[in-house]
């Protein structure tokens, strides 16, 4: 057994029993929706369909980050026990919350001199930032230490790729992430926007693709252009959706066409609550490890 251990947020949108399995705890954020806070809990206290479905409904949902005694509260009882702490956060290019946990990890310092409190940007989001924390429990269980893992995970974290497209702009209008006219026209063109995680953790838009159909294919493309190894990849590969279950599997067969190490072992999970209520359904996102990210 570790003598640390590796904790992150519900926005690495891993399943519940990702958690149990593999040891990880985690920290929740919070959304807000028609007026009433919810806790982003893994849909432990809704589904994914009824989440979404207000959303298509017109709900109204803000999001909110993890505060900083949130982290004192969780990590205190670990460090108690003589437990140290890596925690991995949501990008510092979509979130404060990085800052949160560093606040946290400086106020708890003093009281257990002898205990290691380490936060992690992970620059990542979604199943991208879950692929990430699924890798460092390899290393982990691998029995790779605590130093060892921390510097691993700051040099390896730039080589998780992060690809997806929208194809409902409503959440991302209502955000301030694209202008009302921008999502009306998109929306009557049927164009995908394809996006990406850039070196800085940033969202940043890549290509616009008429019809979901052809933005299927080019998340598959992009992933063959730089996926480590090409075709004999045979890392982890992650797939996340906000309600389209049939789009995600879409994705999972094509790749499973060109790189067939990953048959039957690609990660399918739902985007939760915090990353849904910017992304909107209909959304699909690709994560795999491959090329450094440099822009």
């Given amino acids: ?73 969780f990590w205190e009882p670990y460090l108690k026990e003589g437990t140290d702490i890596i925690h991995v956060s949501l990008s510092t290019g979509i979130s404060g919350t990085y800052n949160s946990a560093c606040l946290a990890a400086e106020t708890l310092a003093p009281k257990y001199p002898d205990r290691k409190i380490r936060v992690i940007d992970s620059l ?32 390896n974290k730039m080589n998780v790729n992060q690809w997806f497209f929208v194809s409902d702009l409503d959440c991302l209008k209502r955000g301030g992430r694209v202008s009302a006219t921008s999502a009306l026209i998109a929306t009557a063109l049927k164009i995908c926007p394809i996006m990406n995680v850039n070196f800085e953790g940033k969202l940043i838009p890549r290509e616009k693709i008429r019809t979901k159909k052809k933005a299927i294919v080019r998340l598959v493309d992009a992933m063959m252009a730089h996926v480590e190894n090409g075709s ?25 066409d060109k790189i067939p190490a990953l048959k039957d072992k690609i990660e399918i999970s739902d985007i939760g609550g915090v990353i849904g209520a910017h992304t909107g359904p209909g959304t699909v996102a690709l994560f795999f490890m491959g090329d450094t990210r440099v822009d």
């Fill in 1 to 73: 057994m570790s003598d640390y251990l590796i904790s992150c947020e519900s926005t690495a949108d891993m399943p519940l029993s990702f958690y149990r399995e593999r040891n990880v705890g985690y920290v929740c954020f919070h959304y807000e929706m028609n007026g009433e806070t919810y806790t982003d809990d893994i849909y432990q206290t809704t589904t994914p369909q009824e989440f979404f479905g207000k959303l298509k409904a017109g709900a109204q949902a803000k999001t909110s980050q993890v505060g900083t005694g949130e982290y004192v509260d």
């Fill in 124 to 155: 990542s989001a979604s199943a991208g930032f879950g692929l990430l924390v699924a890798l460092m429990a390899d290393k982990r269980d691998e029995g790779m230490g605590f130093d060892e893992l921390v510097a691993w995970t700051e040099v």
């Fill in 232 to 256: 004999a990849y045979t890392g982890r590969c992650t797939i996340s959706h906000s309600d389209c279950l049939d789009d995600a599997l879409e994705v999972a067969h094509l790749i499973e």
